[in-house]
């Protein structure tokens, strides 16, 4: 009965490991561009408008950046005078992991009918933070986060906030070395 347990509690433990995602999150800038020159963004208007999500998850996106961004020590300004524009775009995509697990637990001999597969079903989502200098109108910097869950509603604007802290890490970008 005590292998038995120890069996069901590993299981359970495989399973939530597997459920939690952290975000990946990739980056890529101009390395000619001057960074320290940004001081002032403004979100395009039209881009956070055509995002498709709901106006919660919208306003989420837009305080989480700029949270960050104040952090950094920018400010936020109009569009017609900001150094840079943000524009975010957003998406998501079902997954699902299929774990196949033996229990080692049940005895010296295998068992073909003690095999189990299990099913994990989620929605992951993307979040990609571009940047865009505003004279020069050409994209500076670009963030993207990958692998957030989004389909648990109450851990959802928890979820997002990770991903925008992750991704705005990345800003500014490091000199490459």
């Not at 995509?93 to 099913?119: A, S, T």
Request: proline share 2%; hydrophobic share 40%.
């Amino acid at each position: 009965m005590k292998l038995f347990k120890i069996g069901t509690l590993a299981l359970i433990g495989m399973l939530l490991f597997t459920a939690c995602s952290s975000v990946r999150v990739i980056s890529d800038y101009d390395e000619t561009a001057s960074f320290s020159s940004y001081k002032t963004f403004a979100f395009h208007d039209k881009g956070i408008e055509k995002l498709k999500l709901n106006d919660l998850d919208k306003r989420r996106i837009v305080n989480g950046i700029t949270a960050e961004l104040v952090a950094k020590g920018m400010q936020q300004a109009d569009a017609a005078s900001a150094d840079v524009v943000i524009n975010v775009l957003a998406s998501s995509r079902e997954n699902i992991d299929v774990n196949y697990y033996n229990d080692p637990y049940y005895g010296w001999y295998y068992y073909p009918w003690m095999d189990r597969g299990y099913v994990n079903q989620y929605t992951e989502g993307t979040l990609l933070v571009d940047m865009i200098d505003r004279q020069k109108n050409v994209l500076v910097w670009q963030g993207k986060g990958i692998g957030f869950r989004v389909d648990d509603l109450k851990n959802k604007a928890e979820e997002l906030q990770k991903a925008i802290t992750a991704i705005m890490a990345k800003y500014p970008p490091q000199a490459k070395k």
